[in-house]
């Protein structure tokens, strides 16, 4: 540890904090400059895709606050503050997001691997005064960093990132999976359909379907008396689990007939009932998700639980809400404006769908499972817990690296 030395953040590179462009304007938005909040950070190393994009105008506007490809980003405003991510491209963030941009002196990639260890520290240096907790750009900009060589910083940063590529590997041939299902279900049951009612068939509403089965529980954040622990799903873990990603959801505590009433089997989708981002979004609640999980799995208030007749019902079920969700046409079904929220009983009363004949529905079940089983597979769950592990020992000198490039690839063999 004698070559490790201790400096500042501010000393590795130029400190940004972001701004958001007058949303009056509508010629700052829709452009395709990267606009991140905090609400894009989902646990991705890389910022490839935001909800909102800026035009050059909307750039120009907020001209201090743009940062170049590699820029190191930190939520630091905010309940959910620390979330470290990089930036894929010339970018522009809200102001709830400090940046650094690091100098070539320096590994970006180890910077940011050293934030992303940090969020609980992160979130004690904020000042609590204000209405919700905030690291200003000064405390952000005094935060000791403990650093190796150069050499060094790029041979941990190499292990790490090879187990984080194929985590990003396996989501981007989880979308693809997605894909060609989705694509094989709208030529069986949407486009199939264009030129009448094949026989069959029969007209109904989704509720004929399924039904809203008992609310969530939010559970307890340490163990009571006849107490169990349990992974209780949020509607941003749906957003995260879509493609199989590896969802941190968190441990709750409930009892016995809670998690008798709300443990998730085949016949259940669940869809995200609120928050600007998730809302609308379903979720077959297919098996696999306990051992992904290693716990038994419930859901939250924020979620509604749709009961269908059978699997091969839930699988069309949650098909037919993600093309409603892809569409915008959920959106018709959510009340609220500061805090949007899904009216899932006038959803379930008012859609009307075509329903196929049950043969057909458990044809394409059949179809889909082994691919249901390979996106939660929860390989890439394991990788993050190995990530994870690594990353304090790295960063702290515990485990020294020498020949990185042949560490990451036994690691991520197979």
């Not at 039904?211 to 749906?238: H, N, Q, Y």
């Not at 968190?250 to 016995?256: C, D, G, N, S, Y």
């Not at 609640?285 to 208030?301: D, K, M, R, T």
Request: hydrophobic share 40%; net charge negative.
């Amino acid at each position: 540890m004698s070559e490790w030395c201790e400096k500042s953040l501010g000393d590795l590179g130029r400190i940004v904090t972001g701004k958001t462009p007058s949303t009056s304007v509508s010629e700052f938005f829709g452009g395709d400059v990267p606009f991140v909040t905090p609400s894009d950070m989902d646990g991705r190393k890389v910022i490839s895709r935001t909800e909102r994009y800026l035009t050059q105008a909307g750039v120009a506007a907020v001209k201090s606050s743009f940062i170049p490809k590699g820029s190191v980003m930190v939520s630091c405003i905010g309940s959910d503050m620390g979330k470290a991510t990089v930036a894929a491209h010339d970018s522009v963030t809200n102001q709830q997001i400090n940046s650094i941009i690091v100098s070539e002196e320096f590994c970006a990639d180890f910077v940011y691997y050293n934030l992303s260890a940090r969020k609980a520290e992160l979130q004690s240096m904020a000042c609590s005064g204000s209405a919700q907790p905030i690291l200003n750009k000064g405390h952000f900009s005094e935060l000791p960093i403990l650093l190796p060589s150069l050499a060094e910083q790029r041979a941990i940063a190499s292990v790490l990132g090879a187990l984080d590529d194929k985590i990003e590997l396996n989501r981007r041939m989880n979308e693809t999976l997605e894909a060609l299902a989705q694509s094989l279900f709208k030529s069986w049951f949407v486009d199939a359909t264009q030129e009448g009612l094949p026989k069959g068939w029969c007209e109904g509403t989704l509720g004929d379907l399924c039904e809203i089965a008992i609310g969530g529980d939010w559970g307890e954040d340490k163990p009571f008396d006849g107490s169990i622990e349990t992974v209780c799903l949020r509607g941003v873990d749906l957003e995260h689990l879509r493609y199989g990603g590896h969802a941190e959801a968190p441990r709750r505590w409930v009892k016995t007939i809670s998690l008798s009433q709300r443990r998730l089997d085949e016949r259940d989708v669940l869809v995200a009932a609120s928050g600007a981002g998730p809302t609308g979004r379903p979720l077959w609640a297919f098996f696999q998700l306990e051992q992904v999980f290693g716990l038994p799995v419930i859901y939250s208030n924020f979620c509604k639980r749709l009961r269908c007749q059978s699997p091969a019902a839930a699988v069309y079920v949650d098909r037919l809400l993600h093309i409603m969700r892809e569409s915008g046409e959920i959106w018709e079904y959510v009340n609220g404006t500061s805090i949007p929220n899904l009216d899932a009983k006038s959803l379930l009363r008012s859609k009307e769908v075509l329903i196929p004949p049950t043969e057909l529905l458990e044809r394409f079940y059949e179809f889909y499972h082994p691919i249901a089983k390979r996106l939660y597979s929860g390989e890439s769950r394991t990788l993050a817990a190995l990530r994870d592990a690594l990353l304090p020992k790295l960063l702290s000198g515990e485990i020294r690296v020498r020949n990185a490039d042949k560490s990451a690839r036994s690691m991520t063999d197979g």
